[in-house]
């Protein structure tokens, strides 16, 4: 399944509008603040799916009947333009163990790259569900990898995979390849650079956040 924010109007396309406006992306606190905020609202709306069990809490005046959340997701946040993405879904998801992963594309001599995945530091994922939360799904090379390579370590029970922009060749390459993961992406934009950034997406999210690296 797929989920896509930007098909319905909520309050979620006004934070999407101010990522990919360039006068606007000049504010790197807003811009980390806006890809937050779309982390809770994935986060939101993930939740739905989630297994819950009818339980009691114990007001100032009685007894309040209410269905609560029997196990938290392991969220897993790709470094470095993933951290305020990942501290959305944190924000929900506030008793949930987070996962780290560094991956960077490495560029050959013919001008393709391949991916790295350089480090991983996750807690146990055997049973567990798993939000991979990967702020740019552009070829969707990085997110498949870096799945493969958690699922290959632990049996996982469920995959979500969380995005702000997804291209339309990024998502079938995740579907081809990970085809039991739930999709959970803000907007689908239809083309890519022949560098692999997304159009008319909304630039590299790891320089608009932190600042641009060498």
């Known amino acids: 399944m797929i989920f896509i924010l930007n098909k319905t109007n909520t309050i979620g396309n006004q934070f999407l509008a ?27 709306e993930i939740s739905k799916t989630l297994t819950y ?32 993405f990942h501290q959305g879904f ?12 560094t991956a960077y594309r490495k560029v050959k001599k013919n001008g393709n790259f391949v991916i790295n995945v350089d480090h991983i ?4 994922l055997d049973g567990k569900t798993l939000i991979l939360c990967d702020t740019m799904l552009a070829t969707g090379q990085t997110t498949v990898q870096v799945c493969k390579e958690l699922m290959a370590q632990y049996n996982i029970k469920e995959l979500h995979i969380a995005a702000v922009i997804a291209s339309t060749e990024g998502i079938v390459h ?3 390849n990970l085809p039991k ?8 934009d239809e083309e890519m650079t022949s560098k692999a950034y997304i159009v008319p997406g909304l630039g590299d999210a790891g320089d608009l956040a932190f600042g641009e690296k060498v």
């Not at 944190?90 to 992963?101: G, I, K, L």
């Not at 993961?181 to 689908?188: F, P, R």
Request: net charge negative; with cysteine.
């Open 121 to 124: 530091s996750t807690p146990d």
């Open 181 to 188: 993961a739930k999709l959970w992406v803000c907007a689908i």
């Open 18 to 44: 101010e990522l990919r406006d360039v006068i606007i992306q000049q504010d790197k606190a807003r811009f980390r603040r806006n890809l937050e905020k779309l982390g809770s609202i994935l986060a939101y």
């Open 53 to 84: 069990a009818a339980g009691e809490v114990q007001t100032p005046l009685g007894i309040a009947e209410i269905n609560t959340i029997t196990e938290q997701p392991v969220l897993c946040g790709i470094l470095r333009a993933g951290l305020p």
């Open 90 to 101: 944190v924000n929900y998801f506030d008793d949930a163990p987070s996962a780290f992963v």
């Open 174 to 176: 995740v579907r081809a």
